[in-house]
């Protein structure tokens, strides 16, 4: 393999069958091609197929403007592009796929091989990126990734869920520290409980022994991070409700549904609907469909419910139909 440099500051490696093509100065244009991306944090690796599957390039770019960009040239100087398949649509390949979309390019959403395709195939930069192409060539990549309608929302969500995670974990380790602190500790600040105990802890002054004035610190310092966590989610949920209102004010509007589910519902479905063509597509999504699970021993379709015993986790979707099934309380 070589290493070239873009003009546009985009650094590029072809490979082996690239360089001969280069070589050979080989008439492509006007062929139906498909490309496919595999998408890194520094890098992505574009391969191009033609419409009978044939291999025809591959090359690696850096994630920046002039590398994108650079990949976008790569991918015209191979013919007409009916589709580029790339992995990762909503992460790594995330400012790729809106590049490929802003100059007209067709992009589909590929799903990384399972394992027992990677276990027969290899596992590579090149073999990912042509298995994206093959996706997309074959129909098994459809979907349209997620616009960016949602994008904030989706950020401020993240955010939100982050701060509830951190406080919880300092609350469990307030707890933890005070089953094994001196007795006298334990006495005074064991008792409380919620806020009260947090804000008695944040106020304290740490005094006795070395023991004390170390569980004394760390106890104060976890309730402050706690206080301030409490504010930064309260922040958030207040910006993330602007948010939701201003997308979907019905979505807000509708009895039982609050900032954070309506935010949920939004990302999951996304700025594009269409990604959801079929009823049968929604009722995979609330957990309506039934799916075959039968091992041997249960007949027929079986659900978690009979397979496990347990009645199946609602999910999003089946959270929202009751929420829109349930009315509102009588005034009295």
Known sequence: MSCLRHPADAYLRLGRHQQHESESGSDTAGQAVFGGVD???????VAVIS???SRLADAEFVTTAAGYAATLAF???HGHVIAIGVEGTSSYGACFTRAARSHGHPVVEVNRPDRAERRRTGKSDPIDAYAAARAALSGRASSSPKDDT??????LHNAARSTVKARTAALNQITHIL???PESIRAKYGQLKGTDRTDALARLRSAGDAVHIAVLTALKILARRVKALTAEHTALTKALDSEVTVHNPGSRATYG???DTAAQLLITEGGNPERRRTEASFAALGGAAPVPASSGKPTGTASHEAATGRPTPPSIASRWSVCQQTPAPANT
Do not use: E, Y
Request: negative net charge; without cysteine.
């Open 51 to 53: 419409d009978n599957g």
């Open 39 to 45: 998408s890194h944090a520094d890098t992505l690796h």
């Open 179 to 181: 089953f094994a602190a």
């Open 75 to 77: 991918l015209d100087a």
């Open 257 to 259: 549904v609050g900032p």
């Open 150 to 155: 949602v994008a904030g929302i989706r950020a």
